[in-house]
Nanobody, 123 residues
Framework: QVQLQESGPGLVKPSQTLSLTCTVSGGSITTNYAYWDWIRQPPGKGLEWIGYITYIGYTYYSPSLESRTSISRDTSKNQFTLQLSSVTPEDTAVYYC???????????????WGQGTQVTVSS
């Protein structure tokens, strides 16, 4: 059974960089055709897709967040990491990691989800 677990600070100051790690257990992030995504949900709003990293390390980001986003991976630890720079209070959200083989269809129908972690941007 593949499980995902997010970790990272719950409070980030404005203008700093938010950094979250997703640890995958029960499966490998290098499994053929696997995609590993970051998604967030601001308070009172719907899910917002942030970006993904593939089983071969290719990355793709939401155009609205691309200039501030970086997703990387550590295959030795079976982890992938989100960095979001220059955060503002509008980046306050529950952040989820998710993944599976191929792209989800319908949207957000991922094979696996983390439980989510609350990140608040505040001074």
């Amino acid at each position: 059974q593949v499980q995902l677990q997010e970790s990272g600070p719950g409070l980030v100051k404005p203008s700093q960089t938010l950094s979250l790690t997703c640890t995958v257990s029960g499966g490998s992030i290098t499994t053929n055709y696997a995609y590993w995504d970051w998604i967030r949900q601001p308070p009172g709003k719907g899910l917002e897709w942030i970006g993904y990293i593939t089983y071969i390390g290719y990355t793709y980001y939401s155009p609205s967040l691309e200039s501030r986003t970086s997703i990387s991976r550590d295959t030795s630890k079976n982890q992938f990491t989100l960095q979001l720079s220059s955060v503002t209070p509008e980046d306050t959200a529950v952040y989820y990691c998710a993944g599976g083989k191929g792209r989800p269809a319908p949207e957000n129908a991922y094979d696996y989800w983390g439980q989510g972690t609350q990140v608040t941007v505040s001074s």
